[in-house]
């Protein structure tokens, strides 16, 4: 009943950019924590950035001054403007929401490839 559905992700040279987009569908009351997740073949996933419904960011070191995480709560959506790309960003990314009381419950989207290359 509850669907992520991400966009946004491709190829793109170093120093490019992109903007991912995450869209919640379905049934939910409400939301805490939105986030972006990134992995690599044969490495555990690991937090990007997270952004509460009150505005508070959380940013990955490795990360910190290149992206930014910002949210639409009234549309259940979260975007990532990611700028200076280098090639160690290239993984797949997942979005995930955290819905709030009463179901208490974490949604994941199935993952955009993100490709930085020359």
């Known amino acids: 009943q509850v669907q992520l559905v991400e966009s946004g992700g491709g190829l793109v040279q170093p120093g490019g950019s992109l903007r991912l987009s995450c869209a919640a569908s379905?049934?939910?009351?409400?939301?805490?924590?939105m986030g972006w997740y990134r992995q690599t073949p044969g490495k555990q996933r690991e937090l990007v950035a997270t952004?509460?419904?009150?505005?508070?960011?959380h940013y990955a070191d490795s990360v910190k001054g290149r992206f930014t995480i910002s949210s639409d709560n009234a549309k259940s959506t979260v975007y990532l403007q990611m700028n200076s790309l280098k090639p160690e960003d290239t993984a797949i990314y997942y979005c995930?929401?955290?819905?709030?009381?009463?179901?208490?419950?974490?949604?994941w989207g199935q993952g955009t490839q993100v490709t930085v290359s020359s």
């Open positions: 952004i509460t419904t009150s505005g508070s960011i």
């Open positions: 379905g049934s939910i009351f409400s939301i805490d924590i």
């Open positions: 995930n929401v955290r819905e709030a009381w009463p179901r208490m419950k974490d949604y």
